[in-house]
């Protein structure tokens, strides 16, 4: 079977940031307003009185410090706390394909590829903008791919579980180069009002691009191994979907947008990211010594600085697990492929490293890399 080579990765960031004191003020003038409304009711005792969000609470306990989104006004408008996307006529691009495009042809620039060069397209992320046509099917449209192309979503794991699908493709000899893109837009389905979870979230949109060795024009990662793993869990989950409108008892509740039990998935999820980063490079012959990187989800930084702590046995280095999300936040899928993509330049042949994602389901996928 042939060796499967990463020969490109793109990204595609939102033009607008938000800081974590904007999201706060925002949150606060809402929470405020919303107190005074319910004056009465809090006087006599019969609710409570909101609490107010706070940026060092936040800094402190995600490292999350700023966040790209794709509308900054609607998200910070007190009076709505959610992004403004206007529809779009059939005929143009939708939003995520357009991501999707912008991120494709900065990986094919790096691939030395062009389009036609691409037998398929996986769309993996979170959450697609509509049930169908796949938005794959109008990314391959809009890039001018031939072959085939579909959606898949394992939310935070969607790109590492879209890469061993690629891998296994062009190793089967079902297709020779696979472009696989993550355009993550989680500030439409994360609740602005939520303050546990408010400021977790951003958007970008990231692309890889693999190919069997034999016909990759770049030297790139041959990939070493990847590695799937789920196990079912209701600690982070969306109840949005088709069958909302057959139960309109539950239209507009809280459960239709993002929510979890973050204590909970940090402590059950760290030890099993550790586990699986380890057992798959002992299956691969791997020494630890012999890993140079870890390019992690980016959900949250005390989960990453104990997850590599577990694997490398002592604290890592900065560079040695490196850290996006205190400027992107959570791009869910995305994340881990943006900490490769800004991380992985001029590093030697031979060096090695993972590419871990962890998140809803549970799932947990790896994807070992070796410098060509
Ligand atoms: N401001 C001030 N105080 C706050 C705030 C706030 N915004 N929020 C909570 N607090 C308070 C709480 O009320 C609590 O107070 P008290 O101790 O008095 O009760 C205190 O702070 C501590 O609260 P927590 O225990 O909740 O805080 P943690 O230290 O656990 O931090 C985190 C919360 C940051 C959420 C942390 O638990 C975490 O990051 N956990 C891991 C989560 C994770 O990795 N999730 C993965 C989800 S992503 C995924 O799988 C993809 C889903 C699909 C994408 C969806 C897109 C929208």
């Known amino acids: 079977m042939t060796d499967v080579i990463l020969t490109g990765t793109g990204l595609y960031t939102p033009p607008s940031a938000i800081t974590n004191d904007e999201l706060?003020?925002?949150?606060?003038?809402?929470?405020r307003a919303e107190n005074k409304r319910n004056h009465a009711a809090i006087e006599a005792g019969e609710n409570q009185p909101l609490p107010e969000s706070c940026s060092a609470f936040i800094e402190k306990a995600s490292g999350i410090r700023s966040r790209y989104v794709m509308d900054k006004e609607g998200i910070l408008d007190p009076e709505r706390m959610l992004p403004r996307i206007p529809e779009r006529n059939n005929d143009e691009p939708s939003v995520q394909c357009e991501m999707a495009v912008t991120a494709a042809k900065d990986a094919f620039g790096q691939a030395r590829l062009s389009a036609d060069d691409i037998d398929g397209v996986i769309v993996a992320c979170?959450?697609?903008?509509?049930?169908?046509?796949?938005?794959?099917?109008?990314?391959?449209?809009?890039?001018?791919?031939?072959?085939?192309?579909?959606d898949m979503n394992v939310a935070c794991s969607s790109?590492?579980?879209?890469?061993?699908?690629?891998?296994?493709?062009i190793r089967s000899g079902s297709a020779r180069?696979?472009?696989?893109?993550?355009?993550?837009?989680?500030?439409?389905?994360?609740?602005?009002?939520?303050?546990?979870?408010?400021?977790?979230?951003?958007?970008?949109?990231?692309?890889?691009?693999?190919?069997?060795?034999?016909?990759?024009?770049?030297?790139?990662?041959?990939?070493?191994?990847?590695?799937?793993?789920t196990s079912f869990s209701n600690n982070i989950r969306n109840n949005a979907g088709f069958l909302n409108r057959a139960a309109e008892e539950g239209l507009g509740a809280r459960d239709k947008l993002f929510v979890q039990n973050g204590r909970k998935v940090f402590k059950e999820v760290c030890p099993q990211v550790a586990k699986q980063i380890t057992e798959h490079l002992g299956d691969s012959g791997i020494p630890v010594s012999d890993v140079s990187r870890l390019w992690l989800?980016?959900?949250?930084?005390a989960m990453n600085q104990l997850i590599s702590?577990?694997?490398?046995?002592?604290?890592?280095?900065?560079?040695?697990?490196?850290?996006?999300?205190?400027?992107?936040?959570?791009?869910s899928s995305?994340?881990?492929?943006?900490?490769?993509?800004?991380h992985s330049q001029g590093m030697k042949a031979g060096s090695k490293g993972v590419l871990c994602s962890f998140g809803a389901g549970y799932s947990i996928g790896?994807?070992?890399?070796?410098k060509r």
């Not at 590492?160 to 296994?168: E, I, K, N, P, R």
């Not at 979870?197 to 958007?203: E, L, N, P, R, V």
């Not at 995305?334 to 800004?342: E, N, P, T, Y």
């Open 24 to 31: 706060v003020t925002c949150f606060n003038i809402w929470v």
């Open 126 to 150: 979170s959450n697609m903008q509509r049930p169908y046509p796949a938005v794959a099917v109008e990314v391959q449209h809009f890039l001018g791919t031939s072959g085939f192309a579909f």
């Open 159 to 169: 790109a590492t579980f879209g890469l061993q699908v690629a891998s296994d493709m």
């Open 177 to 229: 180069r696979i472009l696989m893109v993550n355009p993550e837009i989680c500030t439409g389905h994360l609740n602005f009002r939520d303050r546990d979870s408010h400021f977790i979230f951003g958007d970008a949109c990231t692309a890889v691009v693999l190919e069997s060795a034999d016909v990759a024009r770049t030297e790139g990662w041959k990939v070493r191994g990847t590695r799937l793993w």
């Open 297 to 301: 989800h980016q959900a949250n930084l």
């Open 309 to 331: 702590k577990k694997v490398f046995g002592r604290e890592a280095r900065p560079e040695e697990a490196p850290v996006i999300l205190d400027e992107y936040a959570n791009t």
């Open 334 to 342: 995305a994340g881990s492929v943006i900490a490769f993509h800004k």
């Open 366 to 370: 790896s994807v070992i890399l070796e």
